[in-house]
């Protein structure tokens, strides 16, 4: 089935508590990891930007303070990562976090994550994806706002480091974004063009699209994940609740297994149904001993143990051995070629 990532990135809202509330219910719904931001104050935000947003007067469940106020409580510390990482030991499910600069990459490197993503926006920090790939360890590398061109780049960098160990995520990077604007049909098409597997980062609302995406082939899914879609924050009302994660995995796991082969293959339990489903040749009428068949005395019924309706001009012409009722199957010894 599709590796499942629950994001949890900021959800947490500081809060280690819930945190591990969040975290413990990605474990039930059966998701694979949970996964953070690693990010401080300094290493993601210029000093003008947070001059440029002191004041919010958009959703106050989403925005409150300033962004310096926000960033500097929801960014994890040093020992939050610890703390967390141990934690997911404890319940059996995988931890693994985004890196915004090399430091955060080798804090993330310390604690043995299986992975590391690479967000959107820093698809062209070649500084940062060589820093990455240099840990030879796979390098999920999400894809929004970028053009082919920039994706070929950033695969070309990765693996100028010698490390191959590369899936994209076809994303796109709008908190939630229209539907005409999704393209999933970019999945197979990113696979084709560059020939790495190929997963999807999910911002819409709910589940359709995130399983339409594994239908299309997508091996991982990445969807963020709260608890309660009430909680103030930036990104607990496009997050699916443990309901609609619960759907995504264990329907992407349906799905998987429904997508079979490219070979058409009619199953045992289909082939059972061929004599209950299919019809069999039957009299149209009664007909006597030595009736000769015309395709008028013919009809088509079930069950399907008979003769098959697909074989009704062999019996054409054909003398009767015996008398017929009406209704009654066919069959080969029942006939005499004249």
């Known amino acids: 089935m599709p590796y499942i990532i629950a994001e949890i990135g900021s959800n947490h809202n500081g809060d280690m508590n819930l945190a591990r509330i969040m975290i413990d219910s990605a474990v039930k719904c059966g998701c694979n990891a949970v996964k953070f931001q690693s990010w401080t104050p300094k290493s993601l935000i210029a000093e003008e930007e947070y001059n440029r947003n002191v004041k919010y007067n958009d959703n106050p469940r989403k925005h409150w303070g300033s962004l310096r106020d926000m960033v500097e409580k929801y960014y994890l510390r040093d020992e939050q990562h610890r703390e967390l990482k141990a934690y997911c030991n404890t319940v059996g499910i995988d931890f693994c976090s985004t890196p915004f600069s090399p430091e955060e990459a080798d804090l993330l490197t310390f604690l043995d994550v299986p992975f590391y993503k690479i967000a959107s926006m820093d698809i062209n ?83 359709s699209i995130p399983l339409a995406a594994v239908a299309l082939g997508a091996c991982l899914i990445e969807k963020h994940f709260t608890t309660d879609k009430d909680l ?14 619960g759907i995504i995995v264990r329907e992407s796991a349906n ?51 008979g003769i098959a309706p697909d074989q009704s001009e062999l019996l054409v012409g054909k003398k009767l051995l015996r008398d017929i009722r009406e209704d009654e199957l066919i069959s080969w010894n029942d006939l005499i070629q004249i």
């Open 255 to 305: 799905i998987k297994m429904a997508m079979g082969s490219h070979k058409r293959v009619v199953s045992n339990s289909e082939k059972e149904k061929k004599n209950k489903f299919r019809r069999s040749i039957v009299a149209a009428s009664a007909m006597k001993k030595g009736h000769i068949i015309s395709d008028e005395d013919l009809d088509f019924k079930r069950p399907g143990t």
């Open 125 to 207: 920090n070649h500084r940062l994806l060589k820093h990455v790939a240099s840990k030879n360890k796979p390098v999920i590398l999400s894809t929004g706002m970028a053009t082919l061109g920039e994706i070929e780049k950033a695969i070309e960098t990765i693996a100028s480091s010698g490390n191959d160990k590369i899936v994209l995520l076809h994303c796109i990077s709008v908190y939630p974004p229209e539907y005409p604007d999704i393209h999933l049909n970019n999945i197979p098409m990113l696979k084709q063009t560059f020939g790495y597997p190929v997963g999807f980062s999910d911002h819409t609302i709910g589940y």
């Open 232 to 245: 103030d924050g930036w990104d607990h009302q496009i997050s699916a609740n443990p309901i609609e994660m």
